[in-house]
């Protein structure tokens, strides 16, 4: 049985940095994506915004680009492709002037009634002026959201500053802090599993499972992002927000509804009780590492000074993580994290691995039995594994193997895979927050994180290299194997 689509009511999406990046790869194919799908309700448009001095025409002819490189064979459907083009607009936009923003209300006027979104997909350091340019020339409505892109803040200090910023012209309930790995399939499908069934949730804590793993692996390098990347690296780029929201979701407490507040209340709970990694003990629970010159599928990659063209850096592409939580439900149960650029694969997986069974009855003969494990995979296949021992077919006694109830779900329901963006724009508009970072939870996640940073300052913490093409360096395969385990590294 497919889903039912269920159209949101009519808005404006008004995209800042309507002609960047992110709005090209991700939004644009999101938005058409979702009208194809009948999810639009009429009249709707989308208005890009930017410094650069375009046309409507001129807009639509880029969006249309965008679509072509960027949809998969067969999305492309030209009498779909002229009705998304004909609801595009574009409005020539100053966030540090006035330029442009009386066009901007004119248009906006139009549609006094309907939903108003707008979208930040700009660098962080203007967001205080866009948000006060909209209150400035008054195109706040009771309806109106405003939706923010990661980093929120390089340190708790910046987050707070920014959070400020923002908040003295929009409601909390307006301001959407936007990570895209909560939109995936299998990150949703993670709270289904817990809370749905009543297979899971009596054996998710200390005496029955006993560790967790939660891996973001890319296999590419810096891809442009050079002077970006170099001044934040891969704690404040993945862990800070992606990798722990993944840790908060599957740790997190029953909350008492699917509400939004009463899930994010539940993640906030599991921030705050993190243990503390700091000067003490980060060189124990933590490793930095820095990709050197490899090989990937693709052939020969520079290492990471390389791509800087030549620069020294101690900025870290890898990091692994030993965290624990303090309380009841997890005490002694380590997560182990970790996330680079330049690894083996690209890979995104939670894997929980449940405690060996107390007594074997089975001799020497039949094997050796392996811990059961649950392997949530987000990417690049987006399903879920269960790992069982059972006994191998045929005659000739009872010999033992572990093998895997897998279950894709691109196979399973034979149905496209929505990117994640198409989700969260749309409850955006839905004004559906759970999948939404509120403002305490970014400022717990930093609460954590600087202590890390600051500790590896105060240690003198170097990164330690790693071959490109790798799984990282040696000394993050010791950070798990001194207790006693080892990576999942299938891809």
């Not at 009429?42 to 046309?55: K, V």
């Not at 779909?80 to 609801?87: G, I, Q």
């Not at 803040?153 to 790995?181: C, M, P, W």
């Amino acid at each position: 049985m497919s889903s039912q689509i269920i159209p949101v009511e009519p808005f404006d999406y008004v995209v800042f940095g309507g002609s960047g990046d992110l709005a090209e790869r991700k939004l644009l194919p999101a938005l058409y994506h979702r009208q194809i799908e009948g999810q639009f309700s009429e009249p709707t448009r989308i208005i890009g915004a930017s410094r650069s001095a375009l046309s409507n025409e001129e807009y639509r002819k880029f969006a249309d680009a965008a679509l072509k490189e960027h949809l998969k064979k067969g999305e492309y459907d030209e009498p779909e492709v002229k009705k998304f083009l004909a609801r595009l607009f574009y409005v020539p936009v100053d966030a540090r002037s006035d330029a442009g923003w009386d066009q901007l209300k004119k248009i906006l006027d139009e549609g006094k009634d309907r939903v108003r979104a707008f979208y930040l997909a700009v660098a962080p350091g203007i967001f205080g002026d866009i948000s006060q340019k909209i209150h400035d020339h008054k195109l706040i409505t009771k309806q109106t959201r405003i939706v923010v892109e990661k980093p929120i803040g390089r340190d708790l200090a910046s987050a707070l500053q920014l959070n400020d910023t923002i908040g003295k012209v929009f409601k909390e309930e307006q301001i959407f802090r936007i990570d895209h790995y909560l939109g995936k399939e299998t990150v949703q499908n993670l709270m289904a599993l817990r809370f749905a069934n009543a297979l899971y949730e009596p054996l998710w804590n200390a005496n029955h499972i006993d560790h967790v793993q939660i891996t973001v692996a890319e296999s590419v390098g810096l891809e442009g992002r050079a002077g970006y990347y170099d001044t934040a690296g891969a704690l404040r780029d993945m862990v800070q927000n992606h990798i722990l929201q993944l840790l908060c979701l599957t740790a997190m407490e029953i909350p008492s509804s699917m509400d939004s507040e009463a899930v994010r209340d539940e993640k906030l709970k599991v921030l705050r009780a993190l243990k503390p990694i700091n000067a003490s003990n980060v060189e124990q629970a933590t490793v930095r590492g820095q990709y050197r010159a490899g090989a990937s599928s693709g052939g020969p990659v520079k290492g990471y000074l390389d791509e800087l063209e030549g620069g020294v850096s101690n900025t870290e592409t890898f990091v692994a993580i030993k965290a624990e939580i303090g309380n009841w439900r997890w005490a002694g149960v380590p997560f182990y994290i970790r996330t680079g650029k330049r690894l083996a694969g690209r890979m995104s997986e939670i894997v929980i691995t449940f405690k060996p069974i107390p007594h074997n009855i089975f001799d020497q003969a039949a094997g050796r039995t392996v811990a059961n494990q649950l392997i949530i995979r987000l990417q690049p296949d987006e399903g879920v594994k269960q790992s069982l021992m059972i006994k191998d077919p045929g005659p000739g006694g009872m010999r033992l193997r572990n093998v895997s109830l897998d279950m894709s779900f691109a196979s399973a329901f034979n149905v496209r895979n929505p990117d994640a963006y198409e989700r969260l724009l749309m409850d955006v508009i839905r004004s559906n927050q759970t999948l939404f970072m509120r403002r305490d939870e970014v400022e717990a996640a930093w609460e954590w994180v600087d202590p890390i940073l600051k500790g590896w300052e105060e240690a003198g913490q170097q990164v330690q290299g790693y071959t490109a093409g790798t799984w990282g360096p040696s000394q993050a395969i010791a950070l798990i194997e001194r207790d006693g385990r080892t990576w999942h590294d299938d891809i």
